[in-house]
């Protein structure tokens, strides 16, 4: 080979390593509840490509996030709790946390879902339909002109909250009526709707995958909130601009 093409072969090497090296030199790091992270991560696809900036998600409890944020262990704190509740949170742990120090923004919605076993051919409920199963005033999917099997209700530990929120919508303070069974997470929760044929459940949309299908019911929803320090480092401003956040919603007097 000629001097002067394994000198550009070379110098192209080299180049190339240098730019492998440095493509993700600069780092965010994102704490927050799974469900939100997952949110995040398919609302990020490409991110890391088009910027050069590596993104590191943290699952943590909503208590502490914020806490490693202000304590610039991690940069991005994100969930579907409001700044105002968040900060009350640690201040009910003895952790004061200034509240001027941060900024929020709503990056979209969380929505909470219904499930089913695919073999169920019930596609959508109206909120009274979903509501008189839960409570136990319907008692057999042959009321949907299906099978005579009870409905059983496949709960989730990990997603309480978000069920707790989603019952509230639709059956208020009305006791459950259905039979359920309440597993670890969300993935056994998915294994069993899939498994039982007459199984619904209550889950955060993230998580849905081909395993299960949707049934149609009145949307149940929570703004998913970014929370950051105002003294943040440019790719933290470069990554909410890629999100394109919606406007916060109003506060309600």
Aim: cysteine-free; hydrophobic content about 40%; overall charge positive.
């Amino acid at each position: 080979m000629k001097p002067v093409l394994r000198f550009l072969l070379a110098n192209f090497i080299i180049t190339l390593i240098f730019y492998l090296a440095s493509a993700y030199s600069a780092e965010i790091k994102i704490v927050g509840s799974p469900s939100s992270l997952e949110f995040l991560k398919k609302k990020m696809v490409g991110f890391e490509e088009k910027t050069g900036i590596k993104i590191t998600f943290i699952p943590m409890g909503p208590k502490f996030s914020l806490w490693e944020v202000y304590n610039d262990r991690a940069d991005l704190a994100v969930d579907t709790i409001p700044l105002k509740n968040w900060i009350a949170l640690l201040t009910n742990e003895g952790i004061e946390v200034p509240s001027t120090g941060f900024k929020e923004v709503v990056i979209g919605k969380e929505r909470i879902v219904v499930i089913a076993n695919k073999r169920n051919p019930v596609t959508r409920l109206s909120k009274s339909e979903l509501a008189q199963i839960l409570t136990g005033e319907v008692t057999s999917w042959s009321h949907f002109n299906w099978k005579d099997l009870p409905p059983l209700l496949i709960l989730s530990r990990q997603a309480s909250e978000a069920q707790k929120y989603f019952l509230n919508n639709i059956i208020g303070n009305s006791p459950l009526g259905i039979q359920f069974i309440t597993v670890r997470s969300p993935k056994e929760q998915k294994l069993a709707v899939a498994f039982k044929e007459n199984a619904i459940g209550i889950i955060q949309e993230p998580y849905v995958d081909q395993s299960v299908k949707v049934i149609q019911t009145p949307e149940v929803s929570r703004s998913i909130y970014l929370a950051y320090k105002k003294t943040s480092k440019n790719e933290i401003l470069t990554l909410i601009n890629y999100l394109k956040p919606q406007k916060m919603p109003e506060r309600r007097r």
